[in-house]
């Protein structure tokens, strides 16, 4: 019968014994004749014996468990005014975002869906009373700077400037003409004809040369009265149309900027709700 | 309390009786076994205080998980629950990293002297320490998982399916890596055997 080679692994196994009874009486029987077998098997129990030889460390402390130690932590009931504020907190969260994401749909939705007259009706209408009032306001003084100019030397005329009707709420869009009638002396009356188009006249009659003073003085100061006038922007001007104003340019920017800051408002109103509900359910 | 001997410890009724919630029968496992699994935890560690906390927690961990026990090896059970709570520990402290108390000096050698067994000399004593430092830095050489084999078998004296139980690993893993981790031991003790006490000093390799 040939010996059987043994490897380091079982003779270790041997050590520890390991090893099957039969594995075992083998290898002792083998040890009994073979002197290089029993030398290395020497040595690994010399390592194994300075191994089992290693000092253990002290604990520094006895570990003892006591009741408050092991004792397991009860969840605590959550109330019902917590479980309210959460849910409360969640839903204006819910209700806060769907409003601001139809808010932001309606931002990105075209103008040209919108009914145009609807749409701008009321810019319009802002517009047009400030534009109204502006020239109003220029036409009021050209007129006394022209009054002003004659009623130095025709203190008759002022009285009659007067008594002139007010000039305002006449048409939306003012449309400022002076001019004289008669030019050459003689009866001559200043006409502010404030309507829409050139045809419609409201004349108002200032009646500063009505009297018999010389024709050197009226055409004086109608030539005053033309010159102030064509100082008015050509905004104001008559024959500009009301339509051709820009305002269909400027009067969507105006919307979209406010708009554009309740969109961000709202989104912002979403996010703090929901770090407030975010922080509530990380408490609990 | 002191720990019980082994004439007078029944390991079974015991671990019944803990498993029945008294505190008391567990305490008494733990006095038994508090030594080794310090000490496992410690060579999983390399640290007296991660280890001192690992320990700890082990047993709470090992009180509170009782009811699962099915039988079978109790020590091999109980330091598979110290190992897993040491690779807890291990991963808590590589995301908060801390100052050990081996940073402040030599504490754990006079951290608790009264619990000692048995009174050295001076002499005695600090030879007992040399060595064990010598070896203690020799098996921290070794991969953290033959150290830990080399360690149960040949230090707490386990059985390899024990060990095998204790590391989640099949018996022939716990073969080849106590074979492997006693010939680097042998390889690493030849190159300082000269502080080995005499009669440990090798003669010759393998």
Known sequence: MENKVWNT???????DGELSPAQEEALRAELETNQSLQEQLAQQRQTVELLQTLPLRETPRNYLLTPEMVRVAKPRPKSRRRRFTLWSLRLATTLSALVFVVALGLQFTPLTAIPQP?????MMMEQENAVEAEKMVEVEKVVEVAVSAESRELPAAEVVAEEAPPVMDSAPLPTVTAATKNGVGGEEEFETPLTLGAEEANPVELGLCSTEEGDAECGGASETVEENLAAVPPAA???EPTSSL???EEAP???TDATWWLVGALGLMTLMFAAVTWLVARRR | MAAPTMTSFNEEKLVQAAQRGQLPAFNELLLYYQHPVYNLAYHIMQDPAAADDATQEAFISAYHALAKFRGGSFRAWLLRIVRNACYDELRRYKR?????WEDFGELD????PHLRAQVESPEESLQRNELRELLECTLARLPAEQRMTLFLVDRLGLAYDEVGLTMEVPLGTVKSRLYRARGKMREYLMETQELLPLRYRQKGSQ
């Open chain 1, 9 to 15: 692994a079982e003779l270790y196994a041997y050590l």
């Open chain 1, 118 to 122: 609807l749409a701008q009706a009321p």
């Open chain 1, 237 to 239: 001007s008559a024959t």
């Open chain 1, 246 to 248: 820009p305002r269909g």
């Open chain 1, 253 to 255: 920017h105006q919307v």
């Open chain 2, 96 to 100: 908060h990293p801390a100052i050990s």
């Open chain 2, 109 to 112: 050698k006079e951290a608790n």
